[in-house]
Nanobody, 121 residues
Framework: QVQLVESGGGLVQPGGSLRLSCSAS????????MGWYRQPSGKQRELVAT???????NYATSVKGRFTISRVNANNTVTLQMNSLKPEDTAVYYC???????????????WGQGIQVTVSS
């Protein structure tokens, strides 16, 4: 069993900041990618940012320069620092990780339950 638990969402005014955190726990042998996706109401889920176990990052064009993803491999945690937030950043944010649970398994995708971020005045 693997669990991803997000924290840190909420309501913020335009131009404000929020910090999302996600912790992976359970039967974890190794983690490759960790990251964040988001799903605005009525729209499809989209990539926000990912980071691999070597620290290489990838960002959606819409968040480059405003969001920063980081991770602590020893704690199996990933964090998304979101600055200069805009109303269009409003969405449910999902933590994502590709995890190997044993030496005999491949990497599989796991998702958190999602956390609401609302940017509004």
């Amino acid at each position: 069993q693997v669990q991803l638990v997000e924290s840190g969402g909420g309501l913020v005014q335009p131009g404000g900041s929020l910090r999302l955190s996600c912790s992976a726990s359970g039967s974890i042998f190794s983690i490759n990618f960790m990251g964040w996706y988001r799903q605005p109401s009525g729209k499809q889920r989209e990539l926000v940012a990912t980071i691999n176990n070597g620290g290489s990052t990838n960002y959606a064009t819409s968040v480059k320069g405003r969001f920063t993803i980081s991770r602590v491999n020893a704690n199996n945690t990933v964090t998304l620092q979101m600055n200069s937030l805009k109303p269009e950043d409003t969405a449910v944010y999902y933590c994502y990780a590709t995890i190997r649970t044993s030496t005999r398994s491949g990497f599989y995708s796991y998702w958190g339950q999602g956390i609401q971020v609302t940017v509004s005045s």
